[in-house]
């Protein structure tokens, strides 16, 4: 008889084998995948907390200022005694000025007047012009898989050990110029920190969490399958520990048929009839917008293992998800439109590591007569099929499928260089497949 999965016994067994290669091990990192909504976030902060406590200076290197916030305000909570030191620009307006609120929190733009605290925080920008310090012991260094290698080539000298904490399956680092003259080459500076770290020193502990807190049962299941393969997970939660319900009952149009279906069975598949258009089909845009709005209509709330009691569904709780800046605009103009004000619409870059309840997705092939390399990167469809806990409706037009077709991948294979898989176009082809399950044509 196969055991049970116990999520939580899972999660705290991988979380032990972390902290003690950190903090026992003797290698010079240590490498963790993390799946969406693993908790991520939750271990840097443990293991900053363990290492802080074991009497080991630590510095953490984030890619963002709002991450480096955030990391800050979670070690408060957690441990507000702790001395944390706030590495920052000197730009006007450098930090979350929440942070003036943290009485153990001492912030600067000079590394030396954070010397001697037990943990200090900044983006990798901001570290790589650090010179002439003592380099700490330990550093942690948070998303791993979006910082290039150059960056982290740039900070290498102010640490002797590394804990290095990512998801391999969102989006790649960003670069502003073509790198393909280093294609191939173990030193390649647009490729991934984790990527050159392993090429490099392929003998370093590596492990993995193995429990996804925030995709439901009805989720995890093919996000793993589509953008994991080699390193599977599973849901922290059963098919019926969460529930979505409205008060208000469907109008019969194909945005509220489609809610339902979402509700049901955690994914919707709004399907507009094929046809070519512009990036911001204005058909599209407005279904997206529509859907949201008879979202918050119908008086939408939710159960969790959070919460027993049904929690009403507000707008903060909603995302839309677009591969395209000028997309989300169009989307915001549409909800304004509508009345609608408060729900995220954003890219899958900018909605990266964020969780909502509900998103709504606009299918970065929908309408398009092509599939370019941009549109197929698999980490793009991962980011916005992974950020809900309850549910994902995607608009997208008919002949996707058949887009990719017929246009299989035409990118120049480049020696040395390891294949991601699965690649765009097959990762594409399984979230179609399940989504059609789902599917409710309409004609606006």
Request: some cysteine.
């Amino acid at each position: 008889m196969t055991p049970l999965f116990d999520p939580g016994a899972e999660a705290a067994r991988a979380t032990a084998a972390i902290l003690e290669d950190t903090l026992h091990g003797d290698a010079r990192g240590v490498v963790v995948d993390s799946p969406p909504g693993a908790g991520k976030s939750t271990l840097v902060v443990r293991a900053a907390r363990e290492l802080a406590a074991a009497g080991r200076p630590l510095m953490v290197v984030a890619q963002t200022n709002a991450q480096v916030d955030d990391l800050v305000v979670r070690l408060a909570e957690k441990e507000p005694e702790l001395p944390v030191g706030r590495l920052h620009s000197n730009d006007p307006d450098p930090y979350d000025r929440a942070l003036d609120e943290l009485p153990n929190v001492r912030k600067s733009a000079k590394a030396g007047d954070l010397a001697g605290l037990d943990v200090v925080i900044s983006t990798a920008a901001k570290w790589a012009h650090v010179k002439d310090v003592e380099p700490w012991r330990h550093a942690i260094v948070d998303e791993a898989y979006q910082m290039r290698s150059d960056a982290l080539l740039a900070v290498a000298g102010l640490f002797e050990r590394a804990l290095f904490v990512g998801d391999p399956g969102q989006l790649d680092p960003f670069s502003v110029v073509g790198a393909e003259q280093w294609a191939g080459l173990s030193y390649d500076p647009s490729a991934s920190a984790v990527s050159t770290l392993l090429a490099h020193n392929p003998e370093l502990p590596q492990h993995r969490l193995p429990v996804s807190w925030r995709l439901p049962a009805s989720a995890a299941p093919l996000v793993s399958g589509a953008f994991y393969p080699y390193t599977p997970f599973r849901s922290g939660t059963g098919p019926g520990d969460r529930r979505l319900a409205f008060g208000v009952a469907s109008n019969g149009s194909g945005p509220d048929r489609v809610l339902d279906e979402a509700a049901e069975s955690g994914w919707g598949l709004l399907e507009l009839p094929a046809r070519h258009t512009p990036r911001t089909d204005p058909e599209a845009v407005r279904a997206v917008a529509l859907v949201v709005r008879r979202l918050l209509d119908r008086g939408g709330a939710s159960v969790s293992e959070r919460s027993p009691d049904p929690v009403p569904l507000t707008a903060d709780r909603v995302a839309v998800g677009t591969a395209h800046r000028d997309q989300a605009a169009a989307v915001r103009a549409a909800l304004a439109e509508l009345g609608v004000s408060g729900v995220s619409v954003d890219t899958a870059n900018r909605l990266q590591g964020r969780e909502f309840d509900v998103t709504v997705v606009l299918h970065p092939l929908s309408g398009r007569p092509d599939a370019t390399a941009f549109h197929l990167e698999t980490g793009r469809l991962c980011v916005l099929a992974s950020r809900h806990r309850h549910a994902c409706v995607v608009v997208c037009r008919a002949g996707v499928t058949e887009l990719l077709d017929e246009h299989p991948s035409t990118e120049p294979v480049q020696l040395g260089v390891t294949v991601k898989f699965p690649d765009g176009w097959e990762a594409n082809h399984s979230v179609l497949s399940h989504l059609e399950e789902h599917r409710v044509s309409w004609r606006p």
